[in-house]
């Protein structure tokens, strides 16, 4: 008698394990049971359908089920799995719409159902024009409801992946866009750094971002929604996104009493195999294992689901395939912008017990005299006490997506930065700097580990400056010009160039921060004033990159002794 495999779900991980399985086994017998009406779509291309840049909506569905059907892979929609009965090694379902009742024996069986979105208790949340972005329905009818010169004032809440590709999505629509994100910054899985440059490039494309702001009500008259009441304001809306985040479907799983993770997703070893023998589960109803912490995670990604649906299908044809687990590794783009991350932010190395350092560079995608070039901001983290690479982040116009991936690679080897400093990476000046940044972070992690300079973060400049101003100083090193175009208040500033002969003006005994541009000035001054006696001082990490607070817009007054009127001549 052939074997018979039923999964139940068929956006991502189902059907990639539906395939695989196939390849393994020619025989088996494999049925996919949905609950949509669309099968095997591209969840991560929505926005970009809702913007017009994918034109046509069948681009988005990868396979039909005419196409399985060719493979011999029965594909049943419109068909919601109710319960597993795993004594009985079989599911029961009805068929929506009709109600319909029906039951289908297994002899092995994946779990795919996917996660759903955050729907949360809000005064209004059942107004009409109130959405989510989960399926192609939803995209659908976001689309439709965008069309209408009605909506002019869109809201989302959240400020993670999907609500800000949804804010690109509808300013290319015409719409005015606000974000509301109830932590203290958006992208929160970044470090607060990276997510205020994302924040202030939004902004300057016409995005509104209100953080700290916990929505209280949701407004509306005759039955549509009409504006989102946060703890301080009232915003105007005629359209609401829900973007607040998304929770493993489990739902089943447990009733069937399968082992629920710490994580709260279905619990699977190393072969996505569930507490349950013949019983499997993946994609984003599932937890893994952290690559780095070596603890068990719940990051639900698209590439990640298909990678573990392959191994599912291996493991029902009787293989023994393993999925070894993850980093978080993800990337998106907004606008012009590319950001990108893998492993483990500051605050999540700080937390996880680790003593994390980093390196902030201006990294670029080709030489510096070769037309054209664009930038992203990389940083690089390890541990201060091994030198173990942690994780990255880049944002930017650049190759953020290029300098994470060689992170990744880097962090699945795991490698020190004094290792990823000589990495034989390619060059020619169309595709790179003649020392890749990636090279370049790396060595200047190895500079901090020998103790040559310490860094400070943004964050904690801007603390001591608000908290500690008698006994910590900031001093700027940068060109007239620069600190013309913007300064960081109640700091000193004395250009590189001038800082031999006039570092009698600055205080030895105080803790002084130093930053220039994007570092490289400020390291070497940091390196003349410890020769000149200096004990206290620290180079801030990323210079005026990564300062995203308050900022001082009018020109400096000069002194008529100091000479601070002149060029000062500085590297740059």
């Avoid at 279905?266 to 569930?274: H, L």
């Avoid at 930053?515 to 001054?525: D, K, M, P, Q, T």
Wanted: net charge neutral; with cysteine.
């Amino acid at each position: 008698m052939k074997k018979r495999l039923l999964i139940i779900g068929g956006v991502a991980a189902g059907p990639k394990a539906a395939a695989k399985a196939r390849r393994c086994d020619p025989e088996m017998e494999i049925v996919i049971y949905q609950e949509e009406d669309e099968i095997s779509y591209a969840g991560c291309g929505l926005p970009y359908y809702i913007s017009g840049v994918i034109g046509e909506r069948e681009d988005l569905i990868s396979r039909t089920p005419g196409k399985f059907a060719l493979e011999g892979i029965k594909i049943l929609k419109n068909r919601r799995i109710e319960k597993i009965d795993i004594p009985s090694r079989a599911v029961l379902g009805r068929k929506i719409g009709s109600g319909e009742a029906f039951t289908d024996r297994f002899d092995k069986l994946v779990i795919a159902t996917g996660a759903y979105p955050i729907r949360p208790k809000l005064e209004g949340i059942d107004l009409t024009n109130i959405f989510y972005l989960r399926s192609i329905l939803d995209a659908d009818a976001i689309f439709e409801k965008i069309q209408s010169k009605d909506i002019r004032n869109v809201t989302i809440a959240g400020g993670g992946y999907i609500g800000l590709e949804m804010a690109e999505s509808l300013i290319h629509q015409g719409k005015n866009v606000t974000i509301v994100e109830l932590a203290p910054q958006i992208l929160t899985l970044f470090d607060e750094d990276f997510a205020g440059i994302l924040r202030q490039y939004l902004e300057k494309m016409g995005v509104r971002v209100f953080t700290s702001e916990g929505i209280q009500a949701l407004r509306g008259t005759e039955g549509k929604v009409t504006h989102v009441q946060t703890v301080s304001k009232g915003i105007e809306a005629d359209v609401v996104l829900m973007s607040l985040g998304v929770r493993p479907q489990v739902e089943l799983a447990k009733q069937a009493g399968l082992k629920i993770g710490e994580t709260g997703a279905i619990w699977v070893n190393e072969r996505m195999e569930t507490s349950a023998e013949g019983i499997y589960a993946a994609g984003d109803c599932t937890e893994t294992i952290h690559l780095i912490t070596g603890k068990r995670t719940w990051i639900p990604l698209g590439s990640t689901a298909n990678k573990q649906g392959r191994v599912v299908g291996v493991n029902v044809c009787g293989g023994n395939d393993i999925f070894p687990g993850v980093m978080g590794t993800t990337v998106f783009k907004v606008f012009d912008f590319n950001i990108a991350k893998t492993g483990l932010s500051m605050r999540e190395a700080g937390k996880e017990g680790f003593h994390p350092i980093q390196a902030i560079v201006r990294g670029y995608d080709r030489a510096h005299y070769y037309p054209g070039e664009k930038e992203s901001v990389l940083k690089v983290i390890v541990d201060r006490e091994t030198g173990r690479i942690l994780g990255g982040q880049a944002i930017g116009e650049g190759p953020s997506d290029k300098f994470i991936d060689i992170l990744a690679m880097a962090l699945h080897a795991k490698m020190g930065c004094r290792e990823l400093a000589n990495v034989d990476l390619a060059y020619a000046p169309p595709f790179s700097p003649v020392l890749s940044p990636i090279i370049v972070a790396a060595n200047v992690l190895t500079n901090k580990l020998e103790g040559k300079v310490e860094g400070i973060q943004a964050s904690e400049v801007r603390e001591k400056l608000q908290n500690q101003k008698e006994t910590f100083q900031v001093l700027d090193v940068r060109e007239e010009d620069e600190v013309k175009e913007k300064k960081i208040p109640n700091t000193t500033w004395i250009p590189y160039g001038e800082l031999k002969k006039r570092v009698h003006e600055l205080d030895k005994t105080t803790e002084m921060a130093i930053h220039c541009e994007s570092g490289l000035r400020s390291y070497e001054a940091c390196l003349k004033l410890k020769h000149e006696g200096f004990k206290n001082v620290k180079n801030i990490d990323g210079g005026m990159l990564c300062w995203c607070y308050d900022l001082e817009v009018s020109p400096p007054q000069a002194s008529p002794s100091s000479g601070r009127g002149q060029n000062g001549g500085g590297q740059n």
